[in-house]
C-alpha cells in the first residue's frame, strides 16, 4: 500500500508542478505590458512583487497575496502533499525534503523578465540560471 501511496504522489508531484509552470507563464504574460511601460504597480490579482529593475530586466518574486481560488490551490498543496508524505508514507525525511524544496522556491527564486523584443524570462535561485523561455515570439524580419 505504501508504494502505491508513493507513486501517486510522486504523479501528483509532477502534474502540480506542471500546472503551476503553466499558471506563472500566463501570469507573466498578463504583467508583461506594465512592465515594458515601465509602471511599476502590479495590477490586483498578481502574486508578485518587483525586487529591482534595471534598464533591460525586472527581477520579480512570489508576493504571497492570494487573490483567487487558483492561487489558494498554489499554496495549499506543496503544504498538502508534504503532510501526506509525512503521515501517509511514515517518511518525515522525504516531507521536510519537499517542504524545504518548496521554501527555496518560495523565497530565494527570482524570476527575471527580459522586456526588449523578444521578451523572455529565467528563473534563477541564488544567482545560478535554472531555467527560461521566451514570453513572446521574435518578430518576423
Given amino acids: 500500500m505504501t508504494f502505491i501511496i508513493f507513486i501517486a504522489v510522486v504523479f501528483a ?4 508542478h506542471r500546472w ?14 506594465l512592465l515594458k ?5 502590479i495590477p490586483v490579482g498578481q502574486d508578485w ?5 534595471t534598464d533591460r530586466y525586472w527581477t520579480l518574486r512570489r508576493a504571497f ?4 481560488r487558483a492561487a489558494a490551490v498554489r499554496y495549499a498543496v506543496p503544504v498538502l502533499l508534504a503532510a501526506v508524505m509525512m503521515i501517509g508514507l511514515a517518511n518525515i525525511l522525504l516531507g ?10 518560495w523565497f530565494w527564486v527570482e524570476i527575471n523578465v527580459k522586456t ?13 540560471k535554472i531555467f527560461g523561455e521566451p514570453l513572446e515570439s521574435a518578430p518576423a524580419e
Fill in 13 to 16: 508531484l509532477g502534474f502540480f
Fill in 20 to 33: 503551476e509552470h503553466r499558471v506563472m507563464i500566463a501570469d507573466l504574460k498578463q504583467v508583461l505590458p
Fill in 37 to 41: 511601460t515601465g509602471s511599476t504597480e
Fill in 49 to 53: 512583487r518587483i525586487v529591482s529593475r
Fill in 65 to 68: 497575496h492570494v487573490p483567487d
Fill in 96 to 105: 521536510m525534503g519537499y517542504a524545504l524544496f518548496c521554501a527555496v522556491k
Fill in 116 to 128: 526588449d523584443t523578444p521578451a523572455a524570462y529565467t528563473v534563477q535561485c541564488a544567482g545560478i
